[in-house]
């Protein structure tokens, strides 16, 4: 896999705001890429209710579990 960065990327993301019952991080795991954040671990308070949407795409990927 090339560690080449994508002309399209955008050069800085905007400050996402603090999200109310969830706290999110990543860490560098090593499971997929060497030197990069393969990992997400999210934390959900008690009674925090979440919604997720899953669309049908032609360009195949890996699955989410």
């Known amino acids: 896999m090339s560690a080449t960065i994508s002309p399209l990327a955008p ?3 905007p400050k996402m705001p ?12 090593g ?8 990992l997400l671990t999210m934390v959900f308070d008690a009674g925090t209710t979440v919604a997720g ?3 049908k795409s032609k360009c195949p990927s890996a699955p989410v579990d």
């Open 11 to 13: 050069k800085k993301y």
């Open 53 to 55: 949407v899953f669309t």
């Open 18 to 29: 603090d999200i109310e019952g969830v706290r999110i991080a990543t860490a560098e795991a």
């Open 31 to 38: 499971i997929k890429y060497r030197n990069r954040t393969d």
